[in-house]
């Protein structure tokens, strides 16, 4: 591996080998080399680090409300995988949980995402299901404090 990089090598490894890019960054950090960082990609990919987070939660959440309008409406289906749903909503739920205790700022993000995020599910259970859209509540079906609550299903 390369121990000493110049300063112009080292910018351009992040579009050439951004895993080195990553190691010799923290060698940098180790190192309290600030001036010699990549100060543009580094912050890009700090901030990154919450937009993947967002993303993640995003799509946990997603998926629930996915499960319990699945358990709640798709009637036909409901014998043959209830056990299979409340599994995944068991699942998706204590995944938020944990991303949650990681990042508790993050509620927020949720709460401000959650209709959206409601609307997105219904699409996506209507496609699953060849259900038509409203067949499920435009609203969504319950407050985001009981889609997460762990003893609460529709």
Do not use: C
């Not at 700090?46 to 009637?75: A, F, G, I, P």
């Amino acid at each position: 591996m390369v121990t000493e990089l110049t300063h112009q090598k080292y910018k351009q490894l992040y579009e050439t080998d951004y895993n080195l890019w990553v190691l010799e960054t923290v060698k940098k950090l180790q190192n309290r080399e600030l001036d010699s960082l990549d100060w543009k990609n580094l912050i890009d990919e700090v901030l990154d680090l919450s937009r993947r987070e967002k993303r993640r939660l995003e799509s946990l959440l997603t998926r629930l409300l996915e499960h319990l309008l699945k358990l709640k409406y798709w009637d036909s289906e409901r014998e043959l995988n209830q056990n299979h749903w409340q599994k995944e909503i068991r699942n998706f739920r204590k995944q938020i949980k944990r991303e949650l205790k990681a990042s508790p700022s993050l509620k927020k993000y949720l709460v401000e995402q959650f209709s959206e995020l409601y609307q997105d599910a219904r699409e996506l259970v209507s496609d699953a299901s060849g259900l038509p859209l409203d067949h499920f509540p435009e609203s969504p079906i319950a407050p985001l404090e009981n889609v997460l609550n762990e003893n609460w299903l529709p």
